[in-house]
């Protein structure tokens, strides 16, 4: 099973977290991961669409973090990004776990990055769990 993995590590320590429960994961499955970094989660959808494009995957995880600011930014990047993602798996039956997280605190990500909210996991799993259904 070979999965493009999309991330952005705009936030370093919260991707390093996110890496450690995808990799963790996908031994214990045998999936075979492959990176493509982007600058930030708007870019997802446009990485997702190239990576589809070339057909050589079975499915894709997305990983980012929007946290909330000072205007409505964070609501369009998060927005935009998710809706475009779903789009991009139905239209193209591409199994997608999303795990842009959207937090309203820098300390809310690195908890939701950490073993005690594996979100990053659960997207992964998701993949697996519509790959092998």
């Known amino acids: 099973m070979k999965i493009a993995v999309i991330y ?6 919260v991707w390093n977290g996110q890496k450690k429960q995808i990799e963790e994961f ?6 075979d991961l492959d990176y493509f970094e982007i600058p930030g989660s708007m870019e997802a959808p446009y990485m997702s669409a190239k990576v589809i494009k070339e057909g ?9 973090c929007v946290v909330e600011g000072e205007t409505y930014h964070n609501h369009i990047i998060q927005n935009c990004a998710h809706d475009h993602l779903i789009r991009l798996s139905v239209d193209n039956l591409m199994p997608m776990g999303i795990g842009i997280l959207t937090v309203k605190s820098y ?5 939701r990055s950490s073993e005690k909210k594996p979100y990053a996991r ?6 697996y769990d519509l790959l092998t259904a």
């Open 26 to 31: 996908a031994a214990e499955k045998s999936m």
């Open 107 to 111: 300390d809310q990500a690195l908890y």
């Open 56 to 64: 050589s995957f079975d499915g894709i995880v997305v990983l980012g």
């Open 8 to 13: 952005s590590q705009y936030y370093q320590e």
């Open 122 to 127: 659960h997207a992964i799993k998701a993949v």
